[in-house]
């Protein structure tokens, strides 16, 4: 599978000519896709491609490799597929981890399809932070789950279902109130309600940092253990509830809710690990793949 995931990185990098878009094509950092390439360079002993600060583009190698490793990566995933479609009685069982109040209009009707179709298997939820799906799944605490993007390790499967922004709800009555999107520049001392730390500590930090950045301290008046909390305080104008655009369904009377300029998007996919990916694994998949188009 490593050389699976090497090959891909290769073909996005051949198609887009670019290492940054390329990244992002396989939800990879840039340095680990980078890492992909230099580990598959090594391994053929040649350059597959012509690097300068302006442009990339494929050696002579590595436009004879594209064909055969578009072809390679084809006839894996077909094989994956029959593999996954055999099974046996004991792949009844998919363990899947994500957060209840994460607002993903795919996730029940996914297994609703799961429960008429395939009645036989059995979804255990482990319910897990996105920045600890990652880790979950490659200590085997879980099958499947509800990730941030991008993935750090080559072993995981990806496929993002979600692109979301940081938001602030506040108070109608609230300046900032009229602002379609906020910048970081216009919050100031405004009392702000973040998530407490002990929920999430690799995205509150990275919260934090995002504002330090961008040339403000924040404001911290409050912090909630409960998300659906946070627009209760808004709703008293006791500040601006700082949270991601996919984390509530509906606001109290009197509170709205604006984009921050300045944040970087939040990516959420569905993240498994790519030799673990049993039949009641890819039955899940298949809803959820089908539940989100």
Not at 52 to 80: K, N, Q, Y
Not at 275 to 292: E, F, Y
Request: net charge neutral; glycine share 6%.
């Amino acid at each position: 599978m490593r050389h699976l995931r090497r090959f891909r990185c290769f073909i996005a990098v051949a198609e887009h000519l670019h290492f940054r878009k390329a990244a992002e094509a396989v939800n990879l950092t840039q340095p680990a896709l980078s890492q992909q390439i230099r580990e598959l360079e090594k391994e053929f002993d040649t350059s597959l491609f012509q690097r300068d600060r302006r442009s990339v583009s494929l050696t002579v190698a590595g436009e004879r490799l594209l064909p055969a490793a578009r072809e390679a990566v084809r006839l894996i995933d077909e094989a994956s597929s029959d593999i996954a479609r055999l099974g046996t009685d004991g792949d009844r069982t998919v363990r899947f981890g994500y957060l209840e109040y994460l607002n993903l209009p795919f996730l029940l009707p996914a297994l609703s399809e799961l429960r008429t179709t395939r009645p036989e298997i059995i979804a255990e939820v482990a319910h897990l932070n996105p920045s600890q799906v990652e880790r979950a799944l490659l200590d085997d605490e879980i099958d499947l789950g509800i990730g941030l993007l991008p993935v750090q390790n080559e072993d995981l499967a990806v496929r993002p279902v979600l692109q979301g922004e940081w938001m602030l709800a506040l108070h109608e009555a609230n300046p900032l109130a009229a602002m379609e999107r906020i910048p970081i520049a216009a919050i100031g001392d405004q009392p702000l309600i973040l998530f407490a730390r002990e929920m999430n500590p690799v995205l509150h930090d990275n919260l934090i940092a995002c504002f330090r950045a961008g040339g403000c301290e924040p404001n911290v008046a409050y912090q909630v253990t409960q998300v659906a909390a946070g627009p209760g305080y808004a709703a008293q104008n006791l500040g601006a509830f700082v949270h991601g655009s996919y984390v509530l369904n509906g606001l109290p009377p009197g509170v709205v809710r604006r984009p921050l300029e300045g944040f970087p998007k939040l990516g959420l996919g569905l993240v498994w690990h790519g030799n673990r990916r049993t039949p009641a694994v890819r039955a899940l998949l298949d809803c959820l793949k089908r539940a989100s188009n």
